[in-house]
């Protein structure tokens, strides 16, 4: 089974537009995460989510939304997709903050 | 930025020796972790280190800690076409999440 997982893998769409990407882990883990990926490889923290409580990079536009259902899933949603938004985007998870992480496959958008 | 930085960013090497990677960081942390990741996958994490350790080991994996100069180094011995990936550090430091480094893009050569 697999631990995280992200659907889509692959999501292209035009500027404008409002998508978003679900994230699913059954490891019974307390805290979530989302990055970006880049296509310089660097991996960029923008959002974890602990015991309901939501910690934001302070630095992600406010189009981007973190939405938590229940601890098992934390999605990501886009409003008003830009170009620059083009990028792999990983969920993880972890038991708690200071503990290793297990990462989903990634969701690689693209915005034309 | 706590942002830690892997070096070399890149490092191509025959199979069956070793690679060494070496990660700086900037301010105190709880622990460090190491991750690989394979072209198009999402992140693995290898080991974990915490902060009152020096070295760790995992199989082929060692992993030394300095506190005192903030790096850490993972040395993969004996390599294989397999360990082909980038590899990150990432730091702990309390602030909920991990920060990682830039990345050493490694080539093993058959």
């Known amino acids: 089974d697999t631990a995280v997982s992200q659907t889509p893998k692959y999501l292209v769409t035009q500027m404008g537009n409002d998508k978003s990407i679900k994230c699913e882990q059954n490891?019974?883990?307390?805290?979530m995460y989302w990055y970006k990926q880049d296509s310089k490889k660097f991996l960029k923290i923008m959002f974890s989510?602990?015991?309901?409580?939501?910690?934001i990079n302070e630095t992600v536009p406010n189009r981007f939304s973190p939405k938590s259902p229940d601890k098992a899933h934390l999605n990501l949603h886009i409003n008003s997709l830009e170009l620059g938004d083009s990028a792999v985007y990983f969920c993880?998870?972890?038991?708690?903050?200071?503990?290793?992480?297990?990462f989903g496959p990634g969701t690689r958008l693209t915005v034309t | 930025s706590q942002q830690g930085e892997e070096d070399p960013q890149a490092l191509s090497i025959q199979e069956g020796e070793n690679a060494t990677m070496n990660c700086s960081y900037k301010?105190?942390?709880?622990?460090l972790q190491w991750y690989r990741q394979n072209s198009g996958r999402g992140l693995v994490h290898l080991i974990l280190i915490r902060s009152n350790e020096r070295e760790k080991h995992s199989g082929r994996l060692r992993v030394t800690l300095d506190t005192s100069k903030k790096s850490s180094s993972l040395l993969i011995t004996a390599s294989r076409a397999a360990d082909t990936a980038s590899y990150f550090c990432a730091t702990e430091t309390g602030a909920n999440n991990l920060f990682f480094g830039t990345g050493t893009r490694l080539t093993v050569i058959p």
């Open positions: 490891l019974g883990h307390d805290t």
């Open positions: 989510y602990n015991n309901k409580e939501l910690i």
């Open positions: 993880a998870s972890s038991q708690d903050p200071t503990a290793e992480q297990y």
């Open positions: 301010t105190s942390i709880n622990n």
